[in-house]
């Protein structure tokens, strides 16, 4: 069997940490807190914020689209069904990853490759917060987005080498949009925006090509 366009995995696993920024995981299925009332956003923005994640690793289904700019500047779409399908919509294809297998598809061949255990777990949780790590979260007051309801908060990692993120997070108590700005590993600026819909859409299905 032919070997993988290496270019391509580099780029797929470049963007899952991108996205993650470290290889830590969080448990799928937790408990989903009650959505913030607008007194809990105003006196615990940091609580607001970790709820919004809560529900985020809980969804059974989600959309994100991601525009990188910077060096490497790309637009993708995501897509996720519960509990480990993925479809990613790259530049160069579309490309299938059903647990920790991707489905290759390249040069009109398909092909299955096996990805590190876990490893696009680390889409489905932005802050990958170590036990015990705390956030800072600065409330930067309502800002909608397309129209809609949104909250905006500025949140700052414990991790120094990781940026700062802009989090939108809607009436429904789930993030809606996510920036970055920072430094990529060879010092360049990149822009990361991330836009999330389709939150437990049943239509969304990702079935092995």
Same mark, same amino acid.
């Given at each position: 069997m032919p070997r993988p366009r290496l270019s391509l995995l580099a780029g797929l696993l470049a963007g899952a940490l991108l996205l993650a920024g470290c290889e830590r995981t969080q448990d799928p299925t937790p408990a989903i807190p009650q959505a913030p009332t607008a007194a809990a956003a105003t006196h615990a923005p940091a609580q607001v914020v970790l709820d919004a994640m809560t529900r985020f690793r809980a969804a059974r289904a989600? %959309? #994100?689209r991601m525009q990188l700019e910077g060096t490497r500047a790309q637009d993708s779409r995501l897509e996720y069904a519960a509990p480990d399908r993925y479809r990613l919509h790259l530049p160069m294809g579309t490309q299938t990853?059903?647990?920790d297998t991707l489905y290759l598809q390249a040069e009109g061949r398909s092909q299955r490759v096996p990805l &590190?255990? @876990? $490893? $696009? #777990?680390q889409w489905r949780d932005p $802050?990958?917060?170590? %036990? @015990? %790590?705390q956030l800072q979260v600065e =409330? $930067?007051?309502a800002d909608p987005l397309d129209g809609q309801p949104a909250h905006l908060y500025r949140v700052i990692h414990p =991790? &120094?080498?990781?940026?700062a993120m802009r989090l939108w997070i809607d009436a429904d108590g789930r993030p809606r949009r996510i920036e970055q700005r920072g430094r990529d590993a060879g010092g360049a600026e990149f822009r990361l925006q991330i836009d999330y819909t389709r939150f437990d =859409? &049943?239509?969304l299905r990702i079935e092995a090509p």
């Open positions: 989600f %959309e #994100a990853i059903i647990g &590190p255990a @876990g $490893l $696009l #777990a $802050l990958q917060l170590a %036990e @015990g %790590e =409330d $930067l007051g =991790d &120094p080498a990781r940026p =859409d &049943p239509s």
